[in-house]
């Protein structure tokens, strides 16, 4: 009840903030790129700014999300920074005066400071998505705290722990992941520039940037090589983004000293085997590939990022569009045999939704566009606990198990921070446009201004719930227009009106319909998209198989008993083994048949709420919480 009642008190955001979009991608931050895409492009982003949810199923996501990260106090988000530098003499209260986060935020873990650079980018992905002041004045008073930080540490260097670790990591010994913790905050700092207009944050990441480049550029090959074999998240994406924003040489040269000759160089020779590598280490490698394509006109790059994309969606995805197990890659060949309670880390879906929109503006590849959606329901939406807002690391498909949520003080895993960006940035792929025209992906209430072509567009849907959405034209372009709705995979023969009078449908599954006419003030769209059960069976085995409706994952409810929360605060990295005490005997076998569904399992009412004819009950899986769950069934064929 509590966060529902916070929703409401910063329910009446303000919606004029003239802020920039997240990251970067073809088409946004006007006026703040000096190299700017070099490739032809297919369809360029809207900036957030243009793009406003409205109330529904996934605004609600992001207003839960609203009211944690807005709830953190600077001061303890701060205070590892502080104590690294020995800057708290000057702070009122001193040290003991904060109350310090646990978790991987402890003083004692390797990462701290990784959920402070996540958060520069939440705060201004929320403020560009909302316009409420208070996300603009968290983002300000972060920057300016490390701002004084790095003052005090001098020579550039800006971090939660002390440069040792650096040190240790070029030196091939043991420490867990700097120059990660470094990427979340090279990455929120200039994203607090692009989309907040923070000038501060990028003298404070420029510095960053020329620490980095003095104490790495001019090591032996040996060190290089020594020091990439430790994660070191999206560096390489990050150095080339500081290079477009500057247009400074020295940045491109430090993103092509983070390429990691073991793992990108036999993707260049066509081999995607990728062994049991870690597997959120690999994708940020080829964001940064992608970057690279885009700026320079590598094709080399472009090849690599494509076929990365289609390997992972192809042969290494769970039908939620998830990924790996206990982090890893893992033989597909036996697939089946990995579906267990530790499936689908979460950034590891975060970073395959980055890599889409990437490919998407390179290519308006529909088959892009319906990955998006799919991993965008079934894992992003799904992993907050709507009673607390509280966020999963793993996407369990154990079945019988549950969802393990974290904690507000001893949680702050890497899946944490990824988190409070994933649900602050909904808007960002429901549209795009060329030059002429709009594409519609995603079907999310929203309100989208193109102030080039004079449209104001609004979206009004349940969907998935509903099977219909309509739009409206609020304000028109003077010429003609093009309006192009994705014709899903999953759909039967759409049904469009303009107007009230039928359009013809061309084309078929995995395409765009395309309206084009002169718009005028009031016009109305409606869209009919057939939806129906399926089934989609382990690639390995028909005897293991999901039930889908539409794009949306149906999970089958096996009751809460045993249901505890995980609230240790003791415990950081249980999640690995965390026992889901499953009982004995539960059912989770299906009698259905493979090619007709709907034979066995009806529809109950008008929402995504169905039963089998033994009496099993099923619900969307982004709706499945705090109870135990089936997601592959053991098909029993009927």
């Not at 895409?37 to 992001?62: E, I, M, Q, W, Y």
């Not at 930080?149 to 990591?169: C, F, H, K, M, T």
Request: charged letters at 25%; proline letters at 4%.
């Amino acid at each position: 009840m509590k966060i529902l009642q916070t929703i409401a008190l910063l329910g009446a955001f303000s919606l004029s903030a003239g802020v920039h979009a997240q990251s970067v991608y073809p088409g946004q931050h006007e006026g703040k790129l000096a190299i700017e895409t070099t490739v032809p492009v297919k369809a360029c982003s809207f900036d957030l700014k243009d793009v406003r949810l409205l109330p529904g199923r996934v605004h609600d996501n992001l207003m839960r999300d609203s009211v944690w990260m807005s709830s953190i106090q600077v001061g303890r988000l701060l205070h590892s920074f502080r104590n690294n530098a020995g800057v708290f003499a000057g702070l009122e209260g001193g040290y003991e005066s904060v109350k310090k986060l646990g978790g991987w935020e402890s003083l004692d873990c390797d990462l701290r400071g990784h959920t402070t650079g996540h958060l520069l980018s939440a705060y201004g992905l929320m403020y560009a998505a909302t316009g409420a002041e208070v996300f603009k004045l968290k983002g300000d008073s972060l920057v300016s705290g490390l701002r004084e930080v790095q003052d005090a540490l001098g020579g550039g260097y800006l971090s939660a722990y002390p440069e040792e670790l650096i040190n240790r990591n070029l030196r091939g010994k043991s420490v867990w992941a700097p120059w990660y913790t470094l990427h979340k905050l090279f990455a929120g700092l200039m994203d607090q520039y692009l989309y907040a207009d923070n000038k501060e944050a990028l003298e404070v990441v420029k510095k960053m940037g020329d620490w980095a480049y003095g104490k790495l550029i001019g090591q032996p090959e040996e060190t290089r090589r020594l020091m990439l074999r430790n994660e070191f998240g999206g560096m390489n994406e990050a150095f080339y983004n500081l290079y477009a924003i500057t247009g400074d040489g020295r940045y491109k040269e430090l993103a092509e000293y983070f390429y990691h000759n073991d793992v990108i160089d036999p993707l260049a020779e066509g081999n995607a085997d990728f062994g049991t590598k870690h597997t959120n280490t690999f994708i940020p490698k080829v964001i940064g590939e992608a970057r690279n394509h885009e700026i320079s006109g590598a094709a080399r790059s472009g090849d690599i990022s494509r076929l990365f994309w289609n390997e992972m969606t192809h042969h290494h995805s769970f039908v939620t569009g998830s990924s790996s197990q206990k982090e890893h890659f893992f033989d597909t060949a036996n697939f089946s045999k990995f579906i267990n309670g530790y499936t689908g880390e979460t950034c590891c879906t975060y970073n395959m939704l980055k890599l889409s929109r990437h490919l998407f503006c390179l290519e308006v590849s529909p088959e892009v566009a319906d990955y998006y959606e799919r991993a965008l329901y079934n894992h992003i939406l799904a992993q907050q606990d709507p009673e607390s807002g509280m966020v999963c690391y793993f996407l369990p498909l154990l079945s019988g198990a549950y969802k393990v949520y974290s904690t507000p003080e001893q949680s702050f895993w890497c899946c944490v921070g990824s988190g409070f960006e994933s649900h602050a940035k909904y808007a960002e792929a429901i549209y795009y446009h060329d030059a002429d025209d709009l594409y519609v992906n995603l079907f999310i209430p929203s309100r989208l201004s193109w102030a080039e072509k004079g449209l104001v567009l609004s979206q009004h849907t349940d969907f998935p719930e509903s099977d219909v959405t309509r739009f409206e034209i609020e304000e028109a372009p003077s010429a003609k227009m093009g309006i192009k709705l994705r014709y899903p995979s999953w759909s039967g023969k759409p049904q469009v009106k303009v107007n009230g009078k039928t359009v013809a449908v061309k084309g078929g599954p995995s395409s765009y319909i395309s309206i084009d006419r002169r718009w005028k003030k009031g016009d109305k769209i409606e869209v009919k998209y057939p939806m129906s059960l399926r089934v989609e069976t382990a690639p390995d085995t028909r005897s293991r198989g999901a039930l889908l409706y539409g794009p949306v994952v149906l999970a089958g409810d096996l009751g809460a008993e045993g249901v505890t929360p995980f609230s240790d605060p003791t415990v950081r990295n249980d999640y690995y083994t965390y026992d889901y005490k499953i009982p004995a005997g539960l059912d989770t076998g299906l009698a259905v048949d493979i090619d007709n569904p709907s034979a066995s399992v009806m529809k109950e009412g008008d929402g995504l709420r169905f039963a089998t004819a033994d009496g099993k009950k099923l619900r969307p899986l982004y709706d499945t919480h705090r109870t135990r769950y089936v997601v592959y069934w053991d098909i029993k064929a009927d």
